[in-house]
């Protein structure tokens, strides 16, 4: 696994602090089949969400340098928490030296622009882990582009180890879920439209959707960060052209590789083997 730095070509990347970024990846390829993929979790270091500011950057920033050391040009960090606390730096101040030509892009932007087609009521609720919820990421962004739209976050800091233990299918996992539908729905009870604002969620959308009433407009982001991606490829020509188009994709972990083929083959519905990495001696 050389030093492919200076490569012309390389897959485009997608990092999660562990297996949520899969539900983003797996509808990035489904929309751009034709495109090589390096996926990294840095599930030794999971769950990123309860984290400060300076280590979720820390941890994000030595993942986007091992991904320039693969040869990739393009980063999809499909990781509310690593978009919210670590994604402007990086893009301010580490690219700029690293390489002014690279690019990393986050999934929060994506996601609040399609809100505003669902909702009536103007109310907004976003389910995040608790570094997104504070850092009002969602809110902030949401303002920009909808000033009228009332938001309300609600952190959920049990549901990201019930996703990566496996645990979000069996009962234990109603009881946490039902706790923080309670909770956002009487801090607002006038929200129809719903964010699921960390990638791991989708994986608990079956519960969700069994505790809300019916009428909440549930958005999962796999499919707006996919849609955004293309839209960016079209219009970025000269970025497109160092994203190779193989269609190969490889699966990268910091922690077992055994345990992580194993649990994301049940996310991707389909057999994978992942490779490990160490990262935190990068930076
Ligand atoms: N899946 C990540 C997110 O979208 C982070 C989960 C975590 O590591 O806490 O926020």
């Known amino acids: 696994m050389g030093n492919n730095f200076n490569r012309k070509?390389?897959?485009?990347?997608?990092?999660?602090?562990?297996?949520?970024?899969?539900?983003?990846?797996?509808?990035?390829?489904?929309?751009?089949?034709?495109?090589?993929?390096?996926?990294?979790?840095?599930?030794?270091?999971?769950?990123?969400?309860n984290r400060s500011f300076e280590i979720v950057y820390r941890f994000t920033l030595q993942?986007?340098?091992?991904?320039?050391?693969?040869?990739c040009h393009l980063i999809i960090l499909a990781c509310n928490t690593a978009s919210a606390k670590a994604l402007r730096s990086i893009q301010e101040n580490d690219l700029p030296l690293l390489d002014p030509q690279r690019r990393v892009l986050g999934i929060i932007r994506?996601?609040?622009?399609?809100?505003?087609?669902f909702t009536k009521t103007g109310h907004i609720g976003v389910f995040g882990t608790e570094g997104t919820?504070?850092?009002?990421?969602?809110?902030?962004?949401?303002?920009?582009?909808?000033?009228?739209?009332?938001v309300t976050g609600e952190a959920c800091p049990m549901w990201v180890p019930l996703v990566?233990?496996?645990?979000?299918?069996?009962?234990?996992?109603?009881?946490?879920?039902?706790?923080?539908?309670?909770?956002?729905?009487?801090?607002?009870?006038?929200?129809?439209?719903?964010?699921?604002?960390?990638?791991?969620?989708?994986?608990l959308i079956k519960k969700i959707k069994q505790y809300l009433p019916e009428y909440i407009h549930v958005i999962a982001q796999g499919k707006y960060v996919a849609k955004s991606l293309k839209n960016y490829l079209e219009r970025h020509p000269e970025m497109n052209e160092k994203c190779r188009k193989n269609g190969t994709i490889r699966f990268f972990?910091?922690?077992?590789?055994?345990?992580?083929?194993?649990?994301?083959?049940?996310?991707?519905?389909?057999?994978?083997?992942?490779?490990?990495?160490?990262?935190?001696?990068?930076?």
């Open 133 to 150: 919820i504070q850092s009002q990421s969602y809110e902030l962004e949401i303002k920009k582009l909808h000033p009228h739209l009332f």
């Open 164 to 203: 990566e233990n496996n645990e979000h299918n069996n009962p234990g996992a109603d009881y946490f879920v039902k706790q923080h539908i309670d909770r956002l729905l009487k801090k607002d009870p006038h929200i129809d439209t719903l964010i699921l604002g960390c990638t791991h969620y989708p994986l």
């Open 9 to 49: 070509e390389g897959a485009i990347g997608v990092f999660d602090s562990g297996y949520g970024g899969l539900t983003i990846l797996s509808e990035i390829r489904s929309l751009m089949p034709h495109y090589d993929y390096i996926y990294l979790g840095d599930n030794a270091r999971a769950p990123y969400g």
């Open 63 to 71: 993942a986007v340098e091992w991904f320039f050391s693969q040869g």
């Open 253 to 283: 972990t910091t922690e077992s590789p055994e345990k992580f083929s194993q649990q994301a083959s049940l996310f991707l519905n389909k057999k994978i083997k992942a490779q490990n990495i160490n990262i935190d001696t990068l930076c």
């Open 110 to 117: 994506p996601t609040v622009e399609s809100i505003n087609d």
